[in-house]
């Protein structure tokens, strides 16, 4: 933790009126802002603006959105951080083997965060299928852990106690008519997790597609990342994808290890 005298809340509410920008809203105006990064409307406006005059954001006087400049952020990382640059030769070995779409995802609070993805979707050409890219499923992009298998992949691998704390209070929110928003039947799912290794979950984010995922860990044991493929459900089953894709996935996991 910060110490009090350490923290600049400008920053913060900056940052927080930056992240408020989804998918969800892309576009926001001073009220929107502030309900989203839980800070005044005066307080709201003035980020906003102050953040379009740095070039950081978009305006039509009323509303505002991103600007490419933000790219600037994930360029920075994707050049300085090592896991994306070590997992990325696996991810793209993967998919050469499958054909299939891979992705690995680090946990940020209550969400998943995709660091680096696979290229190759030849299989689902030669199907005659679309390949698989399921919304929102791009470089950067972030999605809800309790929805995902990645999700729970790190999520299982935090502490019992981090993660009841993760879970004190959360609500589960319902992405299709498949999620899973139970918390006892999700604290449930998240002890299976634990001992399988591995979570396959089925339209859970996503009407249509599955996803499997296992944990990457470094050499010292400790879970640093996911590994995630998504397929169709059309095209495979989910005892397919577990039957064909799981053994590549856990000795990718492997002999990526020593490296991580």
Same mark, same amino acid.
């Given at each position: 933790?910060?110490?009090? !005298? ?16 989804? !998918?969800? %809203?892309?576009?926001?105006?001073? @009220? &929107?802002?502030? /309900? ?11 980020? *906003? ?7 950081? *954001? ?9 600007? $490419?400049? =933000? &790219? ?7 050049? $300085?951080?090592?896991? +994306? ?10 998919? #050469? /083997? ?33 390949? =698989?890219? #399921? ?8 999605? +809800?852990?309790?929805? !995902?298998?990645?999700?729970?992949? *790190? ?25 899973? @928003?139970?918390? %006892? ?9 634990? %001992?399988?290794?591995?979570? &396959? ?7 249509? =597609? ?5 944990? &990457?860990?470094?050499? /010292?044991? /400790?879970? =640093? ?11 495979? $089953?989910?005892? @397919? ?5 799981? +053994? ?13």
């Amino acid at each position: 933790m910060i110490a009090k !005298t350490d923290l600049i809340e400008g920053m913060a509410k900056g940052m927080a009126v930056l992240e408020s920008f989804d !998918t969800e %809203r892309q576009r926001l105006n001073a @009220t &929107l802002a502030a /309900q989203r990064a839980g800070i005044t409307r005066a307080a709201a406006r003035r980020h *906003l603006l102050t953040l379009a005059h740095l070039g950081y *954001l978009e305006s039509d006087g009323s509303y505002f959105w991103l600007s $490419s400049k =933000v &790219l600037r952020f994930s360029g920075s990382y994707l050049a $300085s951080s090592r896991l +994306p640059r070590v997992l990325q030769p696996m991810l793209e070995r993967l998919a #050469a /083997q499958s054909g299939e779409a891979f992705s690995a995802v680090v946990l940020n609070g209550d969400e998943v965060v995709i660091v680096a993805r696979s290229s190759d979707v030849r299989r689902a050409a030669a199907d005659d299928l679309p390949p =698989v890219l #399921a919304y929102g499923l791009h470089l950067g992009a972030r999605l +809800p852990a309790h929805a !995902t298998s990645t999700g729970r992949v *790190l999520l299982a691998a935090l502490s019992k106690a981090a993660f009841q704390a993760w879970m004190k209070g959360r609500l589960l929110g319902r992405l299709t008519v498949h999620t899973l @928003t139970e918390p %006892r039947q999700f604290r449930a799912v998240i002890e299976q997790v634990r %001992r399988d290794d591995f979570c &396959l979950s089925s339209e859970e984010h996503e009407l249509g =597609v599955h996803a499997l995922a296992v944990p &990457l860990r470094n050499a /010292q044991g /400790q879970t =640093v990342a996911a590994l995630n493929v998504v397929a169709s459900t059309a095209r495979l $089953s989910g005892q @397919t994808l577990q039957r064909e894709l799981l +053994p590549l996935m856990w000795e990718a996991a492997r002999e990526i290890r020593a490296l991580l």
